[in-house]
């Protein structure tokens, strides 16, 4: 039976020539593609309307009911692997993907406050990777950096397996500079094909 894969594209630029989180989702999508042992799906956020919108007050009640969140949660559950890229803006994750994020933590359906009840969906025997770019340097360990805030809606969800590729220091290190976004993705594919593959 072959492993199904979600690659989801949350990185900032549509160029994969300024971003390497997209350029290394990217050819991790076309690696899979090529082999029968895998069922490949793709989704680029910045192509969703409703991901472009903010959680408040005034859409409450409709913004977990949007067409595309229940897609998207059939889109996981269907799913083996969730392969996600995003940046590090600010201090935290990209707007699209937090706001992602924020769409698919429902009460009751992808998690719930209390113990005895299980929520709708079961995400717990999924494996979410996370493929992140920082201009300077990130330390996972570090309570304020945004991969500590992932990990967390990643559990709150009830993915048990999550992994992450770090790529930093894309703006301060000449040699990852010079070297482009496409040619350090193809640098490092086979190390996180094979984590992604474990």
């Known amino acids: 039976m072959s492993k199904k894969l979600l690659f989801i594209d949350g990185s900032f630029f549509k160029d994969e020539k300024r971003s390497f989180s997209k350029a290394l989702l990217n050819r991790l999508a076309n690696h899979f593609e090529r082999h029968s042992d895998f069922q490949v799906s793709k989704v680029d956020l910045n192509e969703i309307e409703h991901y472009k919108s903010v959680l408040h007050e005034n859409n409450l009640d409709s913004y977990y009911n949007d067409p595309d969140v229940q897609n998207f949660l059939n889109q996981i559950n269907n799913h083996d692997q969730i392969i996600i890229s995003s940046a590090i803006i600010n201090c935290s994750l990209s707007p699209i993907l937090r706001n992602f994020l924020d769409s698919v933590a429902i009460p009751g359906k992808t998690f719930t406050y209390k113990k005895d009840q299980k929520p709708e969906y079961d995400f717990s025997q999924k494996k979410v990777h996370l493929i992140i770019e920082s201009g300077g340097e990130n330390d996972p ?33 000449p040699e990852i500079k010079k070297m482009g976004s496409i040619a350090y993705s193809e640098k490092i594919l086979d190390e996180v094909v094979a984590e992604i593959s474990k």
């Open 141 to 173: 360990r570090d309570l304020t950096s945004p991969l500590y805030y992932f990990r967390n809606v990643m559990i709150l969800l009830g993915f048990q397996n999550f992994a992450c590729t770090i790529i930093e220091n894309t703006d301060v290190d």
